[in-house]
């Protein structure tokens, strides 16, 4: 099993992302945090965890697909999994947070899947769009 875990600079803050994946070679199986409740995530948004948690849900009532940098949907992935953390645990040498949205691709095509291996791809994104409230800090 690899794993690797990846910085990412925040577009509005010094603060860093963490972004958490996992990647079992057998299973084809990339795993990470989609999500992470009152942190600020790489495009410099904050989500609390009422919307994560709806995020999640609605994601696995609604539509269940994958796409490759919000620009062409794949029949190539499938989530197998997409859930809430209900508790903390370790997870490709970082830690997921209880109330995190993580999610599961199975992988299966090859080319994708070497650029999961390689760290081309390193995590998910919730890509879909929203209305923004600014607040007074």
């Known amino acids: 099993m690899s794993t690797k875990t990846v910085q990412l600079q925040s577009l509005n803050s010094s603060d860093s992302v963490t972004i958490i994946k996992e990647i079992k070679e ?4 990339f795993t990470a945090v989609v999500l992470r409740p ?7 948004d904050i989500y609390d965890a009422p919307v994560v948690e709806k995020a999640c849900h ?8 994958a796409n490759l940098q ?6 190539k992935a499938a989530p197998v999994e997409s859930y809430i953390a209900p508790a ?11 109330g995190d949205w993580v999610m599961t691709m199975k992988i299966r095509d090859d080319d994708i899947w070497e650029e999961c291996k ?3 791809y390193t995590g998910f994104s919730i890509g ?5 409230e600014m607040l007074d800090a």
Do not use: I, M, W
């Open 118 to 120: 390689k760290g081309t």
């Open 58 to 65: 609605d994601y696995n009532e609604l539509c269940r697909k």
């Open 26 to 29: 057998e299973q084809r199986h």
């Open 38 to 44: 009152d942190a600020v995530d790489a495009d410099g």
């Open 128 to 132: 879909c769009p929203g209305k923004v």
């Open 88 to 98: 903390d645990f370790d997870l490709g040498g970082g830690q997921v947070k209880k």
């Open 70 to 75: 919000h620009l062409v949907s794949l029949d």
